[in-house]
């Protein structure tokens, strides 16, 4: 059971509701996490900044945006967002063996996705620290200092999500995402 109440875009704070009514609209209804986000404007508006700054400024592409979001949210152990990243990254053109392999580490159907993917479960894994030989594989691979730099922002809302989903026990209001089996 959620520790914090779900709101609608009628009983939202006045300081959330607006934020709320445009991820109602991009997501075509109320999602659990952002009508429990909404329940404090500055956890809305932090959240919507983040997604915000990576919409005008961002560069990279919705398959690579959703793999980042699959890998944090197996590392920090999220169902809510492996589920909600399961199926938005199947509508971004990953299958859902591909977001299947992303949850488990073991990305080797695309070198160079694979190579950003290790940077950022090796971020989240170690609070923020990454090894050079993990970094200079990924610059090998052909990302961009740039594109590294990016993929902190990408790190940073994911790890905002994962650890709001937990504080808060968001319930899941998605179809739950497959489940991993040994390898």
């Not at 944090?72 to 199947?90: F, K, L, P, R, W």
């Not at 993917?117 to 740039?146: I, Y």
Request: glycine share 6%; aromatic share 6%; net charge negative.
């Amino acid at each position: 059971m959620p520790r914090i109440p779900v709101h609608t875009t009628d009983s939202a704070p006045e300081g959330s509701s607006e934020r709320l009514q445009v991820l109602a609209k991009k997501y075509g209804r109320v999602l659990n996490i952002h009508g429990e986000m909404a329940h404090s404007p500055v956890v809305i508006a932090a959240y919507c900044g983040i997604i915000d700054a990576i919409a005008q400024h961002g560069s990279f592409d919705a398959r690579t945006r959703e793999a980042i979001a699959l890998a944090v949210g197996a590392v920090d152990c999220c169902e809510y967002c492996q589920s909600a990243h399961t199926m938005a990254g199947t509508r971004a053109g990953l299958t859902e063996e591909q977001t299947i392999a992303i949850r488990r580490g073991d990305d080797d159907f695309d070198d160079k996705l694979g190579a950003m993917l290790k940077v950022v479960r090796e971020a989240a894994q170690k609070v923020g620290e990454v090894d050079d030989r993990t970094w200079n594989a990924a610059l090998t691979a052909g990302w961009s200092e740039d594109e590294l730099a990016e993929a902190f922002a990408h790190l940073a809302v994911n790890m905002f999500t994962n650890y709001f989903n937990h504080y808060v026990e968001t319930e899941l209001d998605v179809p739950p995402a497959p489940a991993l089996k040994a390898s």
